[in-house]
Every structure is written in C-alpha cells, then in structure tokens.
C-alpha cells in the first residue's frame, strides 16, 4: 500500500509541473523517439505532422481552448452550465440498456453534495475511476431522468492535493484536429515535457524588453495552459513576433549570402549596339521601363551577381526590359535562360524575343523537354529546364516569370545544376499583386525595380459589375464588339485551383462553351481554353485566337498569367465574387493592351452587399498591390495566400495580414542583422529550429 501510494506520489508529480524533480534538461533537439512516454506509435504519427523534436512539439500550438475554468461546488451547479467539479467517486458502474449501448453511470460527491455522472459508450472508464478515486471533471451540467447530471465529462484523476489539472479546471488546450493524436495526449505530454525542456530565451533582451514580449518560458507555458485568454493572445503574440523576426533574419542572410558570391562574368556593356538596338525598338521604353534597364545593366557589371526583382502591374512592359538584358549577355559571348511558369507563356516569351531580337543573328531555342540546349544563346522554356542534364557552361543570365509559380527551392535547384562555382545573374519579374510590406518580407533578398507606369496611350479599362438582369445586355453588346473587329474573352467560374486543372473545371468550361456556341453567339467563332487540353492543342487556339480566327476566347481562369493579345478588348469574368481582387485584376490585364478602349464585365450573381462593394473597388483604378491590401483586408490572409497562390512559406502563428507586425520585425530584423554574432544563442536559433519554410 506504501509503496503504490509512493509511485503515485512520483508519478504524479512528474506529470504535473513540478519542480521538486531532479532530472537532467531535455534538450529541445532530442528525438520525440527518445523521450518518455512516447512509443514508436506514436513517434511515426508525430512525424505525419512535421513534430521529429521536443522543439517541434512545444511548438505545436493549439489554435483554441475549451473553458473549463469555473470551478463549482456540487451542490452549485446549474442546468446548462459548463463547469469543472472536484470530489471522491462514490460508485461507478457499466449499464447495459435495452438497444445494446452502454452507459457508464457514477456518483460523486464533494463536501456540498452529490451529483450523478454519465458517459456513453466509454465501457473502460470504471477500470479509469475506480470508486474511491478523487477525480476533476469537466462538463455541461444536464437533465437524465428528470435529476441535475453531469454529461460525458472530461476527466482526470487527482493523486495529490495540490495537483495543477491540465484537462479540466482552467482553460484546457485544443490542438488542430488529427485522428490519430487526440488533444488529450498532446497536452499530456506538453505538460510532461515543459517543465524539464531545456528553454533558453534566444531573444536579444532588448528586444523582448522593448516590445514588451513574455519571455520564451512563460511563453510556452501559457500559450498551451493560460490562466486566461489575455495570457494565451499576448504569448501568441510573442511568437508571432519571433517568427516574423526568423523569417526577416533569414533572407537577410540569404541575401548577404548572394552578395558574398563572385559572379561568373563581369561584363562590358557594348554601348553603341545597345543604343541601336533601343533605336530599333518598335517604341520608345517608358522612365521606369529605362530606369529599370540601367539599374539591371548597373548590376551586370559588379562583381556580385546579380539578384533582382523586377515588378509591374500586367502591361507595364517587362519583357522588353528582360530582351535589353539578354541582348546584352549575347553580346557577351554568354547564354541566357527564360523560365515561364507554363507552356503558353513560353511560347509567348519566344515569339516576343525572336520579333526583338530576329535582327541581331541571335540563336533562339525554346525548350519543351529535356532536351540539349547548349550551343543557342538565348533559350525559353517551362520547368521542363530543370531537368537539363548537362552544364551549361556559358550561363551568364537566368530570367524568371512569375517568380511565386516556381518555389525558391526550385529555383535553388536550376542554378546549382548549372553551377560550378559562381553564380549567373539573376532577373526575376512579377505582376502578382501583393500589398509592398508583404513583398518587402518575401523579396526582401532581392533588389528591387518597379515599373510604376504603363506605356504611353493606354487607356484606362472600364470595369463594370454585371449583375443577372443585366446578362442579355451584355451579351448583345459583346456581339457587337465582335461585329466591330475587336476580341473577346469569357473567363469561367474558379471551381478548383490547381497546377494543373480539375476536370470539374474543365467540365463546367466546356458546357458554358457549348452553351454559348449554340444559344448566344451561334454566328460568332468561339474557342476553349483549359487546363487539360495538350500543349500543342493550346498552342492552336492561342494561335488561332490571335491570328482572330477565334472571336470570343471561353477560357477557365488559365488565362490569368501572362497571355497578351492586343486586339482583345474585351475580359468578362463570370461568377466574379469567387475570385480576389488581385486575381480579377490580373485577368482585367488581359486586354487593354493597344489604344483601343478595352472593357472588363464583372457578372455576379451575388447580391450580399458586401460582396458587390467589393468588386465595385475594381472600377476605380487602383494598382496590383492597393488591391492586393484591400483582398487582404475584405477576405483574410487564408483566401489570398492560401492555396490560390503557390509557393508562398506558410506562417504557423503570424499572418500576412498583420502589416503592422511585419514591418516592426523587419526594423528589428534590420538592426539587428548587422551585429548577429552578438547573439549566439539567436544566430544557432536561426540554423536550427528555422519552423519557417521558404
Ligand atoms: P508584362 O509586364 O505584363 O509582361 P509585356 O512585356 O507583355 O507586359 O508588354 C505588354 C505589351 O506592351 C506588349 O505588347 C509590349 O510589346 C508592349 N510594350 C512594352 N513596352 C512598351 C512601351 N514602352 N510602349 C508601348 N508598348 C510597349
Ligand atoms: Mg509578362
């Protein structure tokens, strides 16, 4: 009796916060394998969820918490409540009933009174909570029988007077939902774990001080058992911090990194062929199109290559800026690679740079497999270049499209391939429309040229919401657009996203086509675009659509990035309220690209307020990014960085939303980079638990 009465003693301070007990530290880098109470099991399901060390695991959070906290007297409690009760099981007993269930019925009593338990279905409970047994439950007080019962609570045994409760009696930690580790076993172990985990504050001081964060200790403790909700959001708030913080430190290094590196080639610029060769151009570049060229041409002739970001709303121009650039590493004797995110793009890309650099004897290739491609100068192509076999030993330029489409990790992996020990220039262009602080922490390791302009001429589209009675209209006046000699798209709803198209999508696409073809615009030529259709097969219709043997282009929203046919004058999006501003924005830059007056049809069939005012910010001009801010605000982080765009890290506790936090860590990521060596305990942070991806 002494001796089992001793165990629990032990056993049960262990488990509870105790600091009476005298172990060694657990490093935070040990094996979850290797700690106590987890078996192999239980080791592979954590391993499902990312969580391989003791770090991994405190730093999974949960994302809410049940309130048990009141803590009542039997005698106390009323029907309705949720309450937590403290007391000694009287008796416990499994009660068949009549349609095969089983109950689980008990009586516990405190010094106010008695009251009735019961569970369903839970036929080891009395083998749990023998008579006798003190015990802490937590429930929702009901009716069975006409008596006060207390349904289905959470439980857990009392071994010592003083014992702190993890499952009942305060606010009790929920986890992100797996069916395979329950909330109750996670928080077990955290508890265990906690107190004995070697936790050193990695945080400069200041920093803590000044910002007023919880240390990293008290943090963890009350992120996963506050006292209340206050102490649960401010130690969120510390993490939040702290992970925004490692995410800045962390491109500041891979900046400084880059800029360590020895370019391959420091080159000449040849100034009298470049200055023909602008001469030649079909138009005179914008300011920031030129500024932009000399910030690129600047770069090319340092000793560190280059690693630049070159921004602009869809039309502003990018492309030419990319040929300038090519231009000027062929006639450096060396090669250049443009990757665009698909296919289409692809051939997009090629033709534009063979019409502007057809005169100058360059040798173009574009690349649709794994295919040789070392003796041309300037080579196009998709992802299909990341398997290149060979070197290219002359790589003197690579130009990425739409930089968020490929991971940075792919891209790691195209310039280590092709490396021996230097590194090529680096130009890469993006329309994607996020708010400037946000590109500021994801770009923040490249240098940065905006277009801020569009060319000269354009016009400024008119937008219009379309709401149902107005559809037939609107049909009418899309024919006569047609009649006119002008373009038009008609861009299906977004059912599911993803690389490559759902064949939902696909489905839907192809009725709205055959619907349109035979009952709307039965004398017009249509064409379908989607995601399933083969590269060639795309090819054709983009082809045959700028060649405008296609009238009205029905495409899935496959269309957004890129495609430029400039006597379109017409993008009309259905189901507009299922997009993001940023998105419409994007497939608005579709047309509009000659002088011609271009037009973007918002239909909805949504008459919410608030949907509707959203899509009326489009009719006002606005940049990418405003709107982009604006998505941010109306519809969260989770519509606009989630799956809809690829390739942006996932944050665990901050969100991109939070423009305010992201800036403040940036300063202090900032002030602190310089002197980094100061802080070795956040210098081996940065290079070892980096939760971070990216
Ligand atoms: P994006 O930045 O969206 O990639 P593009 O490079 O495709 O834009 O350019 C859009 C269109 O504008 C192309 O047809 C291109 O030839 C044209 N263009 C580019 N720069 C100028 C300019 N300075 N003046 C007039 N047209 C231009
Ligand atoms: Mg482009």
Redesign the pocket.
């Known amino acids: 009796m002494d001796s089992d009465y001793c165990h629990c003693r032990i056993k049960s301070d262990y488990f509870h916060f105790s600091a009476a007990v005298i172990r060694p530290a657990m490093k935070l880098v040990a094996k979850v394998s290797e700690l106590p109470f987890i078996g192999p099991v239980y080791a592979k399901r954590l391993a499902r969820l990312n969580i391989k060390t003791l770090a991994d695991l405190l730093y999974h959070f949960p994302y809410r918490y049940h309130d048990f906290s009141i803590i009542s007297p039997i005698s106390r409690v009323q029907l309705g409540e949720i309450v937590t009760i403290r007391g000694k099981i009287i008796s416990i007993k499994n009660i068949y009933t009549k349609n095969r269930k089983i109950i689980q019925q008990a009586i516990v009593e405190d010094d106010s009174g008695q009251i009735e338990i019961i569970w369903f279905n839970q036929r080891y409970i009395p083998n749990v909570l023998p008579a006798g047994s003190q015990v802490s439950l937590a429930g929702k007080i009901g009716l069975f029988n006409n008596k006060l019962v207390m349904e289905s609570p959470d439980y857990e045994k009392i071994t010592s007077p003083n014992q702190l409760t993890i499952h009942t009696g305060r606010l009790v930690p929920i986890y992100p939902e797996t069916s395979s580790i329950p909330s109750k076993w996670l928080r077990s172990r955290v508890a265990q774990f906690l107190p004995e985990a070697e936790v050193e504050e990695f945080l400069p001081l200041q920093l803590i001080k000044r910002s007023h964060l919880p240390d990293i200790k008290s943090s963890l403790q009350q992120i996963h058992f506050p006292q209340n909700l206050e102490e649960a959001q401010k130690s969120r708030e510390r993490f939040a911090f702290e992970e925004l913080l490692l995410l800045h430190l962390s491109i500041l290094e891979r900046k400084n990194s880059w800029q360590k590196q020895e370019s391959c080639y420091i080159l000449d610029i040849p100034q009298k062929d470049l200055a023909k060769f602008m001469g030649n151009l079909?138009?005179?570049?914008?300011n920031s199109?030129r500024q932009a060229v000399n910030e690129i041409l600047a770069d090319l002739t340092r000793p560190s290559p280059m690693n630049r970001l070159l921004e602009?709303?869809?039309?502003?121009?990018?492309?030419?800026v990319a040929a300038i650039a090519a231009y000027v590493i062929t006639k450096n004797n060396l090669q250049t690679i443009m990757l665009a995110p698909t296919q289409i793009l692809a051939q997009q890309h090629f033709d534009?740079l063979s019409r502007l650099l057809n005169p100058y004897n360059i040798k173009f290739h574009l690349i649709t497999g794994g295919k040789k491609i070392g003796h041309y100068d300037v080579v196009v192509g998709t992802h299909a270049l990341f398997h290149q076999k060979q070197p290219l030993d002359r790589l003197g330029l690579v130009v990425i499209?739409e930089q968020h489409k490929f991971g940075v990790e792919q891209r790691a992996i195209l310039l280590g391939k092709n490396l021996k020990a230097c590194l090529p220039h680096v130009l890469t262009?993006t329309?994607t429309p996020i708010p400037r602080t946000v590109a500021l922490t994801l770009y923040g390791d490249l240098d940065l040229s905006v277009?801020t302009e569009l060319?000269?001429?354009r016009k400024k589209i008119k937008t219009w919401v379309v709401p149902p009675q107005k559809r037939d209209g609107a049909y009418q006046w899309i024919s006569k657009r047609v009649k006119n000699g002008e373009q038009v798209f008609i861009v299906c709803p977004l059912i599911e996203e993803s690389e490559i198209e759902s064949m939902k999508s696909v489905r839907a696409a192809t009725a709205e086509f055959n619907q349109l073809k035979e009952q709307i615009f039965p004398d017009l030529k249509l064409g379908l675009l989607h995601g399933k259709l083969k590269a060639n097969q795309k090819d054709e219709v983009i082809k045959k659509f700028r060649e405008r043997q296609i009238d009205i282009l029905v495409a899935t929203p496959v269309v957004e990035v890129?495609i430029?046919i400039?006597n379109a004058t017409v993008m009309m999006v259905e189901a507009a309220d299922r997009f993001g501003l940023a998105q419409l924005h994007q497939l608005r830059?579709r047309v509009g690209?000659r002088e011609l007056q271009s037009y973007c049809l918002l239909f909805t069939e949504s008459t919410t307020p608030k949907t509707i005012s959203r899509l009326h910010a489009l009719e006002e001009a606005k940049s990418g990014s405003e709107l982009a801010e604006l998505d941010l605000k109306l519809r969260g982080p989770g519509e606009v960085f989630g799956t809809r765009q690829h390739g942006f890290p996932e944050l665990k506790v901050a969100n991109f939303g939070d423009l305010e936090l992201i800036k403040k860590t940036k300063e202090a990521a900032q002030e602190i980079f310089p002197s980094l060596s100061k802080f070795p305990k956040l210098k081996s942070h940065l290079k070892t638990h980096l939760v971070v991806a990216n």
């Open positions: 079909p138009f005179v570049l914008t199109q602009g709303d869809v039309g502003s121009g990018k492309t030419v534009t499209d262009m329309a277009l060319p000269a001429g890129g430029d400039s830059g690209r």
